[in-house]
């Protein structure tokens, strides 16, 4: 018999959405906490990347791919709105950089951190800076959480926190960046105030940031 990673990879190497949706309740179903259960599916989107770099898969392919993971990563992590008498650790402002339309990831850790008790704004992909320091003000942000998945989309990160150096919101607004190219360095060249290099990690990042511990 075909093992669940097996068919998992298959259904997201076909974009076969329905098939990743169904894969993905089981997986949960089986008793597999949301991360565990997401692990290889993420693997599976990775491979698609590889392929997709090798030649041997091409962007229509990626696209159904991607279809078929966000399909199943909305079983996985339902949105949950925060309830009334939650507490809220902070405000995160977040979305992937300008000129960039990978959104994967940023959901994943969108979604971690609503889980943990985040107020979290999605601005979405493709976002101009513009729009973060306009909505980082009206949504009184506590912390910018900026994706790039692109080397040619990092700078990015740099120019959008330059510009917030400039302005007097800097004090107020912390700064956490992260996505496949992105790491430590890169974070502290641009001067973020934190890196993760997924979703788990930026919540304990995020936390560290607002100074609070994991509740
Ligand atoms: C899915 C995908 C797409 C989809 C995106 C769909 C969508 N709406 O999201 C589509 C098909 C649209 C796409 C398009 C393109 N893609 Co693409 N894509 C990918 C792929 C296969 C997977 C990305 C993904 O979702 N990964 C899974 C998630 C869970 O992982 P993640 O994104 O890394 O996120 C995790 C961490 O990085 C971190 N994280 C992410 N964001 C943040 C933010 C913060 C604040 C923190 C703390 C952490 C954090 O936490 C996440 C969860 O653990 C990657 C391959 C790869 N190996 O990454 C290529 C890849 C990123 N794409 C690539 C390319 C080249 C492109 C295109 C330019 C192709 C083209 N010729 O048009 C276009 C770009 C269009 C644009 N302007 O943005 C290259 C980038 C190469 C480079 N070095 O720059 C890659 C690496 C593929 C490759 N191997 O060549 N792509």
Same mark, same amino acid.
């Given at each position: 018999?075909?093992?669940?990673?097996?068919?998992?990879?298959?259904?997201?190497?076909?974009?076969?959405?329905?098939?990743?949706?169904?894969?993905?309740?089981?997986?949960?179903?089986?008793?597999?906490?949301?991360?565990?259960?997401?692990?290889?599916? #993420?693997? @599976?989107?990775?491979?698609? =990347? *590889?392929?997709? $770099?090798? !030649?041997?898969?091409?962007?229509?392919? &990626? /696209?159904? %791919?991607?279809?078929?993971?966000?399909?199943?990563?909305?079983?996985?992590?339902?949105?949950?709105?925060?309830?009334?008498?939650?507490?809220?650790?902070?405000? #995160?402002? @977040?979305?992937?950089?300008? =000129? *960039?339309?990978? $959104?994967? !990831?940023?959901?994943?850790?969108?979604? &971690? /951190?609503? %889980?943990?008790?985040?107020?979290?704004?999605?601005?979405?992909?493709?976002?101009?800076?513009?729009?973060?320091?306009?909505?980082?003000?009206?949504?009184?942000?506590?912390?910018?959480?900026?994706?790039?998945?692109?080397?040619?989309?990092?700078?990015?990160?740099?120019?959008?926190?330059?510009?917030?150096?400039?302005?007097?919101?800097?004090?107020?607004?912390?700064?956490?960046?992260?996505?496949?190219?992105?790491?430590?360095?890169?974070?502290?060249?641009?001067?973020?105030?934190?890196?993760?290099?997924?979703?788990?990690?930026?919540?304990?990042?995020?936390?560290?940031?607002?100074?609070?511990?994991?509740?």
């Amino acid at each position: 018999m075909e093992s669940a990673e097996v068919k998992i990879r298959r259904a997201i190497l076909e974009g076969n959405a329905e098939q990743a949706v169904a894969l993905a309740k089981q997986a949960l179903d089986s008793g597999l906490k949301p991360l565990e259960a997401l692990e290889p599916f #993420v693997a @599976a989107i990775r491979h698609a =990347g *590889d392929l997709f $770099e090798e !030649g041997d898969f091409f962007l229509p392919e &990626l /696209l159904m %791919a991607s279809g078929a993971m966000k399909a199943a990563l909305g079983v996985i992590f339902p949105a949950t709105e925060g309830g009334e008498d939650r507490p809220v650790h902070g405000t #995160v402002l @977040a979305g992937t950089v300008q =000129g *960039d339309i990978h $959104e994967i !990831g940023k959901n994943l850790v969108c979604a &971690l /951190l609503t %889980a943990h008790g985040f107020k979290v704004v999605d601005l979405g992909g493709d976002v101009p800076s513009d729009k973060f320091l306009e909505q980082a003000v009206i949504q009184k942000a506590d912390l910018l959480a900026l994706s790039a998945l692109l080397t040619t989309t990092m700078i990015q990160q740099k120019s959008l926190i330059d510009r917030l150096q400039k302005s007097e919101l800097r004090d107020r607004v912390k700064v956490m960046v992260g996505g496949a190219p992105v790491n430590a360095a890169w974070a502290k060249s641009i001067g973020a105030d934190g890196y993760a290099p997924d979703a788990a990690r930026a919540v304990d990042e995020a936390f560290r940031l607002m100074g609070k511990s994991r509740a």
